[in-house]
């Protein structure tokens, strides 16, 4: 009896392994066939191993945005943000929900397992953004900080900065139209985000209130080769960089959990 005991201790053992291993963490990644095209890659990609902090300050910093590989090892903190974790820790918490659109002013207060259970779905083409609930950075910093904590941030730094997360998990075709702000890093945990950047001196044409799904089916096809933007697909284990003031929309291709880090 007692080497029965050891053996379905050892079997439990492996099925919460298995269960952590899961790739999409039991997030839903669901994508209909316009989704499926993750685009061109022009944003540089490198390896931690190809890129000093010296470089990044003077190649990337202050010019244009980089896409690295190995930089950090989040690998608890990955399993930490499978559904079943999430629901767990911080499902009777209230999050606050944006709508996806440029100038967003609408903002709704749920708990974050209703948005998961009846908010979190693919955005329908025809949407407008300013009808479009989106759950980013609407956390209480001190609430989710048991969670943050064991998040290991991208090492590279700007002189005279300081730090600030912004999480959030969003369903598939959704995304931030066009819009700017200070530097940062962005990191896919689950799914896939492809992102669209413009230099602070080319604003791009978009409809404010549309959302950046209607941008890529009805503008980007339609744009001359000297418009296009630079882009790329990020995926979970890459840490994008993105300068100061540089116009950027986001394309959920999966459901996605993800986290930013905003340089003050």
Known sequence: MEHLGVCLKFVVLCLIVLKAEEPSGEWSLYSTDRLQDEGVCNIDVLDRSQLSHQQFIERYAYRRPVIL?????????????????LLTQFGDRTVELSTANTHSYKKVYVTFREYVGGLLRPQAP?????????????NNVTEWNSLFQHYESPPYVLPHSSRAYSFGVAGPGTGVPFHWHGPGFAEVIYGRKRWFFYPPEREPHFDRNRTTLSWVTEVYPNLPEDEAPLECTLRPGEVLYFPDLWWHATLNLDTSVFISTFLG
């Not at 608890?76 to 559904?83: M, T």
């Not at 025809?126 to 609407?138: C, D, N």
């Open 126 to 138: 025809e949407a407008l953004g300013s009808e479009t609930l989106y759950f980013f950075g609407g």
């Open 69 to 85: 590989r190995g930089l950090t090892d989040n690998t608890k903190f990955r399993f930490l943000c499978s559904k079943a974790s």
